[in-house]
């Protein structure tokens, strides 16, 4: 197994707990959730991309001031 997919103790936990509850949604929940999770998974990526910017010194240059 690869290290990036390998979770901690705590974070197996936490995925039963969340499987505990997901299997208690209805559909509609379901679909929410997932779309939910899909806007965050893409806020996540953003605030990487910008974090790794900053680290590199290439932040972007506002066009307009």
Known sequence: M???EQLSLEQ???LR???DQVQT???EQARDLSIELY???ML???LYEELLKDY????SI????
């Open 2 to 4: 690869k290290y990036s």
């Open 12 to 14: 197996e936990f936490n």
């Open 17 to 19: 707990r969340f499987v």
């Open 25 to 27: 949604l209805s559909q």
């Open 39 to 41: 806007r965050q998974m």
């Open 44 to 46: 996540k990526d953003n």
């Open 56 to 59: 590199w010194g290439i932040r």
């Open 62 to 65: 506002p066009l307009s001031v």
